[in-house]
Nanobody, 116 residues
């Protein structure tokens, strides 16, 4: 059962921007921390950013200043705005919703490819 849906990936040149979206149900959206992760080829999945139900955000240092996470409450959607993209940002990006130690299943993710 799909509980979050990622979208917005694509191919972009270095220095460009993309905005990823993570849509979920109103119930999940209202009570969960929504997080973005990414996994590059031959690398472990890594945490990128998270936003709480109250709007508090946490962004990993490697992308801080370039990536911004935000909530669109009316749309039950979390966005990851990615600016100044680099080839090393190339990965499959996933979002998950978590609460009280449990999280939604990993979905298909959305591919982001940054060309040099």
């Amino acid at each position: 059962q799909v509980q979050v849906v990622e979208a917005g990936g694509g191919l972009v040149q270095a220095g460009g921007s993309l905005r990823l979206s993570c849509a979920t149900s109103a119930r999940i959206f209202s009570i969960s921390v929504i997080s973005w992760y990414r996994q590059a080829p031959d690398k472990q999945r890594e945490f990128i950013a998270a936003v709480s139900p109250y709007g508090s955000t946490n962004v990993t240092s490697s992308v801080k200043g370039r990536f911004t996470i935000s909530r669109a409450n009316a749309k039950n959607t979390v966005y990851l705005q990615m600016n100044s993209l680099k080839p090393e940002d190339t990965a499959v990006y996933y979002c998950v919703a978590s609460r009280d130690g449990s999280r939604t299943p990993w979905g298909q993710g959305t591919q982001v490819t940054v060309s040099a």
